[in-house]
């Protein structure tokens, strides 16, 4: 069973092109799908499509259908697709920096009772301690990895079965990337909380996520078990080759 399922997905902007080309893609349920690619590929539309936030945007679908837990979503206002279960980590984190730590993680508990806020506020401060230690501070102060915690945490107080994380690694160091989803790997284990996430680093996410998928220009060039994924040649000489870390493409030595 399926936990998101999009299907023959094409969606653009206004006076552009098609962003997404007839896009199909599945996240099972526990799973943790990756959804690689360079700049500009479209996955960050592709995950604004999937939550309700491309007229946001200016953007359109244009053909295709999404469904999540079974049951079609598509054309669904986010602030309903959040209620379903649906977490999202955005691009860039957007976290709100002149509220504190625990104000954003407020903001991201608004749909839960009130008998759960603080049991579900604990369960983040036990996984990000960080932000129980800065729980009163703006959340501007905080660095970029701290950011990414309370970003994190303000999807997971609303216990997402989805979890939606575009650019989690973006600006960060290794270390405080390589800790971040080590903490995402215990939520997944002890929640069964199904997860996409969007990563420029393909080596890192094939190392997390069972799954990837690879958008080149709008469209899934290549999909299949990470390890596979990891192996195919053409992955290997476009994102793991010598330019590390970086989705460009690999340079051929001229002649
Ligand atoms: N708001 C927008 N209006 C018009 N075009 C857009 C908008 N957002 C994205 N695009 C275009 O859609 C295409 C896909 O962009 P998208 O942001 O989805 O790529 P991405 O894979 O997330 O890239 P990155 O790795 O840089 O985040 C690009 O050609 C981009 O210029
Ligand atoms: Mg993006």
Redesign the pocket.
């Given at each position: 069973m399926n936990m998101l399922e999009v299907k023959g997905l094409s969606a653009g902007?206004a006076r552009?092109g098609l962003?997404l080309d007839d896009v199909s893609l599945a996240v099972p349920k526990g799973s943790i799908v990756a959804l690689l690619?360079?700049?500009?590929?479209?996955?960050?539309?592709l995950i604004r499509a999937v939550t309700g936030l491309l007229d946001l945007?200016?953007?359109r679908i244009t053909q295709g259908s999404v469904s999540f837990d079974g049951q079609s979503v598509l054309g669904q206002p986010s602030h309903r697709l959040i209620r379903l279960g649906m977490g999202l980590v955005p691009?860039g984190r957007l976290v709100f920096k002149q509220l504190s730590v625990e104000e954003n993680l407020h903001v991201g508990a608004a749909i839960l009772p009130r008998a759960t806020l603080q049991e579900r506020l604990d369960a983040v401060y036990t996984l990000f301690p960080r932000l129980l230690e800065r729980r009163q501070q703006a959340a501007g102060w905080l660095s970029g990895g701290e950011q990414q915690m309370l970003a994190l945490g303000r999807a997971l107080v609303g216990r997402p079965s989805l979890l939606l994380v575009d650019?989690l690694s973006l600006g960060l160091a290794p270390l405080i990337v390589e800790s971040i989803y080590k903490q995402l790997r215990v939520v997944g284990q002890t929640l069964g909380t199904s997860m996409l996430i969007v990563e420029?680093n393909a080596r890192l996410a094939l190392e997390f996520a069972a799954t990837a998928y690879i958008?080149d220009r709008g469209r899934i060039v290549l999909s299949g078990p990470s390890q596979e994924v990891a192996s195919n040649e053409a992955m290997k000489e476009s994102y793991l080759g010598a330019k590390r870390n970086t989705t460009a493409p690999a340079q051929e030595p001229q002649p």
């Open positions: 902007y552009k962003a690619g360079a700049n500009g590929a479209g996955k960050t539309t945007h200016h953007g691009e650019e420029q958008l």
